[in-house]
């Protein structure tokens, strides 16, 4: 199993970009997903968090500017991100329950200029 980010990139504060992240060599839905993100010298950090209810939370701080997502058909989780402020700039993981497992995918680099 494989989860494949993409969407990241450098944006504008006030811009948006929406991550995916693609799971391949499963047959199996992501029953859950979460998006992280870390910047240097921290800890990696949950972001969003979507159950397999459907049920989705966010940090305060992303809240009302970010969505996350998934589409069972296309076994891809997504994060849209909205009005991007210059302190999101980070690398940004997701990290999906496939089965009875959890998987990490690469990082993608955020960059927000102000």
């Known amino acids: 199993v494989q989860l494949q980010a993409s969407g990241g990139g450098l944006v504008q504060a006030g811009g948006s970009l929406r991550l995916s992240c693609a799971a391949s060599?499963?047959?199996?839905?992501?029953?859950?997903i979460g998006w992280y993100r870390q910047v240097p010298g921290k800890q990696r950090e949950v972001v969003a968090a979507l159950g397999s209810d459907g049920t989705a939370d966010y940090i305060p701080s992303v809240k009302g500017r970010f969505t996350i997502s998934r589409d069972n058909a296309k076994i891809t989780g997504y994060l849209q991100m909205n009005s991007l402020k210059p302190e999101d700039t980070a690398v940004y993981f997701c990290?999906?329950?496939?089965?009875?497992?959890?998987?990490w995918g690469q990082g993608t680099q955020v960059t927000v200029s102000s």
């Open positions: 060599g499963v047959t199996s839905t992501i029953d859950a």
């Open positions: 990290n999906a329950r496939i089965g009875f497992s959890w998987y």
